[in-house]
C-alpha cells in the first residue's frame, strides 16, 4: 500500500502540503533539523539559504533510513519570523523542490521566540513511512 492523500470533497486544494496522509508501514522519525551542515557548522544566516540545508538534511536522514521524500507523511516547521516566511514563499518553492521533489505532506509552520541554535532560523521535523 502506498501513501493515501485525504482530501475532504468540496475542500479547495492545498498549496504545498496535504490536508492530510493515510499510510501503512515502517515509521521513521526524523528529529528537527535546522540550516547547518554535516559538520554543525553554519554556511549561511540567510533564511532561504537554512531552509534549504534544513531540508536536504531530512532527505539525507530519510535516505539512510532507506526511505525518500514520497514516504514523508508529516512535516513540521518551526520558523522564528513568520512575516520572512511569508514574504519569501517564491524563492522557499524551488528550494524545497530541488531537496525534495514534489513532496508534500500535512504540514504545520508556527512561530516560535527562538530556537536552541542562536544562528538558526528554521527547525524542521518529519515523520515518513515506508510502505510494507
Known amino acids: 500500500m502506498t501513501n493515501k492523500i485525504i482530501q475532504p470533497p468540496g475542500w479547495l486544494p492545498p498549496k504545498g502540503y496535504a490536508n492530510g496522509i493515510a499510510a501503512r508501514g515502517t515509521q ?27 531540508l536536504r538534511n531530512i532527505a539525507e536522514v530519510l535516505r539512510e533510513a532507506g526511505a525518500a521524500p514520497e514516504h514523508m507523511v508529516r512535516m513540521t516547521w518551526y520558523v522564528t519570523d513568520r512575516d520572512e516566511y511569508s514574504r519569501r514563499l517564491s524563492e522557499l518553492g524551488p528550494v524545497y523542490r530541488d531537496a525534495l521533489g514534489r513532496n508534500f505532506p500535512a504540514m504545520t509552520c508556527v512561530q516560535v521566540a527562538a530556537l536552541v541554535e542562536h544562528r538558526a532560523k528554521v527547525e524542521i521535523e518529519v515523520t515518513a513511512v515506508i510502505p510494507d
Request: charged share 15%; glycine share 14%; with cysteine.
Open 28 to 54: 521513521v522519525f526524523v528529529g528537527g533539523q535546522i540550516g547547518w551542515n554535516a559538520q554543525q557548522q553554519f554556511e549561511s544566516d540567510d533564511f532561504i539559504d537554512q531552509c534549504g540545508q534544513a
